[in-house]
Nanobody
Framework: QERLLESGGGSVQAGGSLRLSCAASGNTRIECMGWFRQAPGKERDGVAGISTYTGSTVYDESVNGRFKITHDSAKNTLYLQLDSLQPEDSAMYYC?????????????????WGQGTQVTVSS
């Protein structure tokens, strides 16, 4: 098992920025990490993913270049830089990890999940 703990969420105005962090603990081999988000009444959707091996990234089309996912192997920490935030970005953001290589950003294939950190963007 792998423990994931998100932080960095908060309330910002439209156009603002946040940097989310996900501290991972445990010695489980993790090849893929990602961020998902879920707004009230909606499905949990993939935002971004990264290979911890190669650094290759994938983003959901809704991001439109505004977010950047990174992973610090030395700190065993995943990050998501959120820029140009819009009200539609408001959601609970979850960190996730997968033992297998990254594929599509589908929540059901990820093995481990954090508790989430709330992002609220006001217009």
């Amino acid at each position: 098992q792998e423990r994931l703990l998100e932080s960095g969420g908060g309330s910002v105005q439209a156009g603002g920025s946040l940097r989310l962090s996900c501290a991972a603990s445990g010695n489980t081999r993790i090849e893929c990490m990602g961020w998902f988000r879920q707004a009230p009444g909606k499905e949990r959707d993939g935002v971004a993913g990264i290979s911890t091996y190669t650094g290759s990234t994938v983003y959901d089309e809704s991001v439109n270049g505004r977010f950047k996912i990174t992973h610090d192997s030395a700190k065993n920490t995943l990050y998501l830089q959120l820029d140009s935030l819009q009200p539609e970005d408001s959601a609970m953001y979850y960190c996730a990890a997968r033992k297998a290589a990254c594929g599509s950003l589908i929540a059901r294939v990820f093995d481990y999940w954090g508790q989430g950190t709330q992002v609220t963007v006001s217009s």
